[in-house]
């Protein structure tokens, strides 16, 4: 299991979906919610609504969240933690073009780092449905 006192403030960042099942709009369809988070502060520093049905980042939200990410500090971080699986190849591709080191890992072993971000986003998202 991974915590942040295992990490200095933007040494790593964790990409993680946010919502346990899709938010529904009226207007737009489904969206998945994916998060930027320094793995230290729990800080989080970018996020993207991204359509179900593509499944996930285009190219440019990719670079969008990785700059908006950046924007904190105007540092990268040395690694980028993902879990195994997760749908982000671009992401991936964009972090490694960076310099940035992907490391993956099992879903379970973010959950001290991610879960507080999932709960409060829960809490705003209740209902599971925008208008």
Same mark, same amino acid.
């Given at each position: 299991?991974?915590?942040? @006192?295992?990490?200095?403030?933007?040494?790593?960042?964790?990409?993680? &979906?946010? @919502?346990?099942?899709?938010? &529904?709009?009226?207007?737009?369809?489904?969206? @998945?919610?994916?998060?930027?988070?320094?793995?230290?502060?729990?800080?989080?520093?970018?996020?993207?609504?991204?359509?179900?049905?593509?499944?996930?980042?285009?190219?440019?939200?990719?670079?969008?969240?990785?700059?908006?990410?950046?924007?904190?500090? &105007?540092?990268?971080?040395?690694?980028?933690?993902?879990?195994?699986?997760?749908?982000?190849?671009?992401?991936?591709?964009?972090?490694?073009?960076?310099?940035?080191?992907?490391?993956?890992?099992?879903?379970?072993?973010?959950?001290?780092?991610?879960?507080?971000?999932?709960?409060?986003?829960?809490?705003?998202?209740?209902?599971?449905?925008?208008?």
């Amino acid at each position: 299991m991974l915590h942040p @006192n295992q990490f200095q403030v933007m040494e790593a960042w964790v990409a993680f &979906q946010l @919502n346990p099942v899709p938010i &529904q709009t009226d207007l737009d369809g489904a969206f @998945n919610a994916f998060a930027l988070m320094d793995a230290a502060s729990c800080f989080l520093l970018s996020s993207a609504f991204i359509a179900t049905g593509q499944g996930e980042m285009m190219d440019a939200e990719a670079r969008h969240v990785l700059e908006e990410a950046w924007s904190h500090k &105007q540092a990268w971080p040395q690694k980028l933690i993902i879990s195994v699986g997760h749908h982000a190849s671009r992401l991936v591709a964009e972090s490694s073009k960076l310099g940035i080191d992907v490391i993956e890992v099992p879903e379970d072993a973010l959950q001290p780092l991610i879960q507080e971000a999932r709960d409060s986003f829960a809490a705003h998202f209740a209902a599971g449905r925008l208008h």
